[in-house]
């Protein structure tokens, strides 16, 4: 079956350190994989995607790149702000089964000044 | 562009009452979702539409919960009798016609918040 698994926080860093949070997946078919971020009191927003192997996502310094061979979608952010503050989820959609989406745990991210 | 409207925002009701949240998706968006999410978990999908139409219902606890969506746009989630166990964010969520798009993307929006006492 699907399903994602995220590295387990909370993760508390200073501001302008390296941020990588871990996401694995398990899929039976050819997912499109996902990092959404919620911030405190709302819902979900996408924060990027990739479709294929080797395609790396980016938006807002983060970056994740498919990584078919470890089955990994890590996100990465070489400078974190402390309006990077959020809960972070990876996801994953399989087109086959009518794109129906399989999050991870979240992890809770706190940068401090 | 307009987001995924939810309403409530918020709301608080003793266990057994009953409760009902409203969800617009985005326009044009064929597909809507009402998930779950409980403090400190990841959303739980309980239905998916597609138009009006049931793709998967399987998570959903038919004996409280039940959902609608009349003529494919707005959708209503309604829990009668609630259980304390029933606290958490409802997100509603939507995404475009073509579901078997890869990347296709869901778009949420701002949750509601219930509170069961």
């Known amino acids: 079956g699907n399903s994602v698994t995220q590295m387990e926080g909370p993760v508390t860093l200073s501001e302008e350190a390296f941020l990588t949070i871990n996401c694995t997946y398990t899929?039976?078919?050819?997912?499109?994989l996902f990092w959404y971020v919620q911030y405190p009191g709302e819902g979900l927003q996408l924060l990027l995607k990739?479709?294929?192997?080797?395609d790396k996502g980016s938006n807002k310094g983060f970056e994740a790149t498919y990584r078919k061979e470890t089955t990994s979608f890590h996100l990465e952010k070489g400078s974190v702000q402390v309006s990077d503050s959020a809960v972070y989820f990876c996801?994953?959609?399989?087109?086959?089964?009518?794109?129906?989406?399989?999050f991870g745990t979240g992890t809770s991210l706190t940068v401090i000044p | 562009e307009a987001g995924v409207a939810q309403s409530p925002r918020y709301k608080i009701i003793e266990k057994r009452q009953s409760v009902a949240f409203w969800c617009n998706p985005i326009s044009g968006h064929a597909t809507l979702y009402w998930y779950q999410q409980i403090l400190g978990q990841g959303p739980k999908l309980l239905i998916q539409f597609q138009n009006n139409g049931v793709v998967d219902d399987s998570q959903l606890p038919k004996d409280r919960f039940s959902a609608e969506r009349l003529k494919g746009v707005d959708s209503t989630l309604k829990i009668q009798p609630a259980k304390l166990e029933d606290s958490a964010v409802y997100l509603c969520?939507?995404?475009?016609?073509?579901?078997?798009?890869?990347?296709?993307?869901?778009?949420f929006g701002e949750g509601s918040w219930l509170t069961v006492v």
């Open positions: 996801a994953l959609s399989d087109p086959n089964t009518g794109n129906q989406f399989y």
């Open positions: 899929a039976t078919g050819y997912p499109s």
């Open positions: 990739a479709t294929k192997a080797d």
């Open positions: 969520a939507s995404s475009l016609r073509f579901i078997r798009e890869a990347g296709n993307t869901i778009y």
